[in-house]
């Protein structure tokens, strides 16, 4: 078992920033894909994110590529996402989830059904 704990989420002013950050434990974290997902009101949960296990490769959704940063410390068992420039689309419930590390290109890890843990989530809104 893996448990997947999120915080960080909050209520922003378009353009700032918040820092989300997501602890682990069960299980060894260095062994597994990190993604960030979200999820707005009435819409899929969606990619947002991932980092993978030792060597810090990484992968962005399209409209959060420049904007956002993910980053993991295995000593901690945790990893962040640092969200810049924040718009109201931002809005939405933001999940940690992890994967076994199956494929080498992070961009294979855009779908839901490969993480098999999920944290419970935490809001973010980013007021206009």
């Known amino acids: 078992q893996v448990q997947l704990v999120e915080s960080g989420g909050g209520l922003v002013q378009a353009g700032g920033s918040l820092r989300l950050s997501c602890a682990a434990s069960?299980?060894?974290?260095?062994?597994?894909?990190m993604g960030w997902f979200r999820q707005a009101p009435g819409k899929e949960r969606e990619f947002v994110a991932v980092?993978?296990?030792?060597?810090?490769?990484?992968y962005y959704a399209d409209s959060v590529k420049g904007r956002f940063t993910i980053s993991r410390d295995n000593a901690k068992n945790t990893v962040c996402l640092q969200m810049n420039s924040l718009k109201p689309e931002d809005t939405a419930v933001y999940y940690c989830a992890t994967a076994p590390l199956t494929y080498y290109d992070m961009r294979n890890y855009q779908s839901k059904n490969l993480y098999n843990y999920w944290g419970q989530g935490t809001q973010v809104t980013v007021s206009s």
């Open positions: 069960g299980r060894t974290f260095s062994n597994y894909v």
């Open positions: 980092i993978s296990g030792t060597d810090d490769r990484t």
